[in-house]
């Protein structure tokens, strides 16, 4: 994203995440925000995938996608914070939206959680 308030609103999810996990409270407001920068800079796709993440964590108290996993790699890394390390690496994608290999992982997180 373009949008400098864009770029701190990400750093603050992310460092919250960090700190306090999933709080639901603060989390929501804050991806709902950054959802209308992505309105504002005309970029359907993250547009989506904020819709879809809000919903599914106002659904399920949580952030059950689990973490995208290079196909090269058959280990799968069980971890207990998974749904925050899923979710931060999902809000992180939106900050440089250049890299091809950030718009393709949206576009799997957005099927993801069209199909959850």
């Known amino acids: 994203m ?3 308030a864009a770029i701190k609103l990400i750093d603050k999810i992310l460092n919250n995440l960090d700190k306090k996990g999933i709080n639901t409270d603060t989390l929501i407001d804050d991806i709902k925000q ?3 920068y992505a309105l504002e800079e005309q970029i359907p796709l993250v547009v989506k995938v904020l819709r879809l993440t809000c919903e599914h964590i106002e659904e399920n108290n949580s952030f059950l996608i689990p973490m995208l ?3 090269e790699d058959d280990e799968e890394v069980e971890t207990e914070n998974e749904p925050v390390e899923s979710l931060k ?4 994608l939106i900050k440089n939206l250049n890299n091809k290999i950030n718009i393709s992982d949206l ?3 957005r099927d993801l ?3 959850f």
């Open 69 to 71: 996993v290079d196909e």
């Open 107 to 109: 576009k799997e997180y």
């Open 34 to 36: 950054l959802r209308t």
């Open 113 to 115: 959680l069209n199909n």
């Open 2 to 4: 373009e949008n400098k």
């Open 89 to 92: 690496y999902l809000i992180a």
